[in-house]
């Protein structure tokens, strides 16, 4: 069902924890498979320098949170506002047409730790 590198990220999942006293948070689900994603994010001068993430769910949603924060470190906040699912999907060299809403909440937890961030800065 899963490729390779999903496998990988699942059984060796990058930047698992929470950020204390992180600059910005998001948290998102999906009632329909129970799936839970939390991103943490530590900023300086809109440059995201450290990324965590918790995540309860099946081996497509930790893998595209490993992924995702991965993806982030080291972008500006805009640049983090642009990646989208499918960039999540083709890191992760595909998904399962039914595991593509993992993806999406990935995105979602970015976007949310980054609305965040910018709620608590009035930016």
């Known amino acids: 069902m ?14 698992v ?6 600059d910005g948070v998001g948290k998102v689900g999906n009632a329909s498979c129970g799936d839970i994603m939390e991103i943490s994010l530590k900023i300086d001068n809109d440059v995201i320098t450290d990324a965590k ?8 949603a930790i893998a595209s949170s490993s992924v995702a924060t991965q993806m982030v470190i080291g972008k500006t906040l805009d640049e983090a ?4 699912n499918k960039d999540v999907v083709e890191t992760l060299q ?3 047409p039914q595991k593509i809403h993992c993806s999406v909440l990935a995105e979602e937890a970015i976007k949310k730790a980054v609305e ?3 709620g608590k800065k009035n930016v």
């Open 94 to 96: 595909g998904l399962p």
């Open 53 to 60: 993430f918790r995540t309860f769910g099946c081996a497509a």
């Open 17 to 22: 924890g929470f950020i204390e006293n992180a």
């Open 116 to 118: 965040d961030y910018r």
């Open 81 to 84: 506002l642009n990646i989208k």
């Open 2 to 15: 899963y490729n390779e590198r999903v496998m990988q990220e699942f059984a060796e999942p990058k930047n």
